[in-house]
């Protein structure tokens, strides 16, 4: 619709006619005389009505440019098409270009100008216009072009046909199969990496591994196999048949019995018998597992179960020890799992106070009053205390498992390690009220000073922890002749009847604690350092109404006990 110099167009409505005809009646009135061209006129109104019909009869949009004038004639359709009201069909091309979409315009003008001037005389092009409410239409243009004796182009006429919904739908099928092509691209990279994960595991694996195929060949067989059966090495390849197998494992065994034994195992291979075990000449022991796929192929597998028969009696003696510890490393795992849970959860929750605190006070430094300030820097130390409680207590009870912890008695000052503890938790504590009575402890007693604050501090923490806002924890101290007694009592949730036998267990946490963050790991440890101190730890509860945790240690000291303790034995 356009030329390498210049386009222009002519307004028209549903009556306009293309310059064509204006331009055929003009010359028909020069050449022919008055009464010839009244005839000629008629025919030509004929033709024009015929043109108006197939115009009107198509579905596609139909134009005409006159090179030389300039006009353009632009069908009905058009409007239908675009939307477009009667005023606004283009009339100039400078009103159509803008109509063109940015990234087709440039094309659009090279392609054009490119096969006007090349002497083609059809040329097929697709582009998108702009509609009545802003959104494109894309469309493809036949057009065909009239030149002069010289080859001039004069006239340019065609087609536009709305492919919108076609390239839509190539567009999707285009995402679509992109999509396929990675899935399936995907998907054999994972079937790759699958088959190089199951290699370097057959590979891995300390059995003899062989996969026969359907035709009893030899399709894999791993480097385990081989080095069962060294004298074989050779023929143990790819492709080699089951048959020369058998018959090459008959012919190296070292006696009759051996050789009696193979023949025996190959014929019940060929009855479908699964498992078989056979004892060779040098008394080892293998057990031979065979299996079939789905597809038909089969798997065998050569185990060395030499040292597993020597040891069957031992075994058989131990199963219930076994047992045991099978079941104790069950919940040893299931221990894991919740440690894991709960330590994840609970270094979330304060790096997270600890961020958005050190976030409020970078983002504003210069207007943070004092006392801002001190109260983000009091819920960062809150936060950090409890990280650290939750880290001590982790490895404590690590270095329990591990049988690392030691109590080192010394003289301690008891009643001195009881008030700081209930001290420095009142400053951090600020929405509760720690009460001590401590006149009745001994002056002093033997025991691991550390190890005592870290008993201490699991029990006032988890009395503040569980207990409400504004309440009490009181902490009193006793003693008689041989102990001394430190009682912690808060009125907090309490705990249920059920829940107080597994009180001291790892990770375990009562149901009235639901909702408040902990690990579980607190009073085990507690009672894992009271016993080392030769001591012992209770509780007493009731839902609602609060507990009471008992510690009594021994005024001399574990030594002491234990020595007392073998001492009453003997």
């Not at 019995?257 to 004892?279: F, H, P, S």
């Amino acid at each position: 619709m356009f030329d390498h110099d210049a386009v222009s167009t002519e307004s028209h409505s549903q009556t306009a006619r293309p310059a064509f005809f204006t331009g055929f009646r003009k010359w028909l009135r020069l050449l022919l005389a008055p009464g010839e061209v009244v005839r000629m006129e008629k025919q030509l109104r004929e033709i024009k009505q015929r043109f108006d019909l197939c115009v009107r009869g198509s579905e596609a949009g139909i134009w005409e440019l006159d090179l030389i004038t300039r006009k353009l004639f632009m069908s009905e359709q058009f409007k239908l098409l675009l939307g477009w009201a009667d005023d606004k069909i283009p009339d100039i091309a400078e009103n159509l270009l803008p109509l063109i979409h940015p990234q087709d315009a440039a094309r659009v003008l090279k392609t054009v100008n490119d096969e006007l001037s090349g002497g083609k005389d059809m040329f097929n092009l697709e582009f998108r216009l702009r509609g009545r409410y802003g959104g494109f239409h894309s469309f493809h243009t036949s057009a065909a072009v009239l030149r002069d004796r010289v080859g001039k182009a004069k006239f340019m006429a065609g087609s536009m046909s709305d492919i919108t919904a076609r390239v839509h739908a190539e567009g999707e099928l285009r995402r679509h199969r992109l999509r396929l092509e990675k899935k399936v691209e995907a998907q054999i990279q994972d079937i790759k990496e699958s088959e190089g994960r199951l290699m370097a595991a057959v590979e891995a694996i300390s059995d003899g591994f062989c996969l026969f195929d359907k035709d009893q060949k030899i399709i894999h067989i791993n480097s385990q196999m081989r080095r069962l059966h060294p004298e074989m090495t050779n023929m143990m390849a790819p492709g080699t048949e089951m048959t020369e197998i058998g018959s090459a494992l008959i012919g190296q065994a070292r006696d009759e019995a051996e050789r009696d034994n193979w023949a025996q195992i190959i014929e019940r291979l060929k009855q479908g018998v699964t498992e078989d075990e056979l004892e060779r000449s040098d008394g080892t022991w293998l057990k031979i597992t065979r299996a079939r796929t789905k597809s038909g192929d089969l798997i065998v597998l050569h185990s060395d179960v030499t040292r597993y028969k020597q040891q069957e009696a031992a075994l058989q003696a131990q199963a219930a020890e076994l047992e045991l510890a099978l079941i104790k490393e069950k919940e040893l795992n299931n221990t894991h799992r919740q440690f894991v849970f709960m330590a994840s959860h609970e270094f979330r929750t304060p790096l997270a106070i600890i961020d958005g605190s050190t976030q409020l006070l970078c983002a504003d430094p210069a207007n943070l009053n004092a006392e801002r300030v001190l109260k983000r820097c009091a819920k960062i130390r809150n936060a950090v205390s409890r990280m650290t409680s939750l880290i001590d207590s982790t490895l404590t009870a690590a270095r329990l498992d591990a049988g690392k912890v030691e109590v080192t008695p010394t003289l301690c000052d008891l009643r001195a390690i009881v008030t700081e503890v209930c001290e420095s938790h009142q400053e951090i504590s600020a929405t509760h009220h720690i009460r001590h009575n401590l006149a009745g402890l001994p002056d002093q007693v033997m025991g691991d000073r550390k190890a005592l604050e870290r008993v201490l501090i699991n029990l006032v923490s988890n009395a503040v922890k569980y207990s409400p806002q504004g309440s009490e924890v009181l902490v009193v101290g006793s003693h008689n002749a041989d102990s001394a007694c430190i009682t912690v009592t808060d009125q907090g949730v309490g705990i249920a009847e059920a829940d107080l036998p597994r009180m001291f267990s790892r990770f375990f946490r009562a149901q009235t604690s639901v909702g408040t963050a902990g690990t579980g790991l607190g009073l085990c440890v507690a009672q894992e350092l009271v016993k080392l101190h030769g001591g012992y730890i209770s509780v007493e509860s009731r839902v609602g109404e609060g507990s009471t945790f008992t510690v009594n240690l021994p005024i001399i000291g574990p030594a002491a006990v234990a020595a007392e303790t073998q001492s009453m034995s003997a």
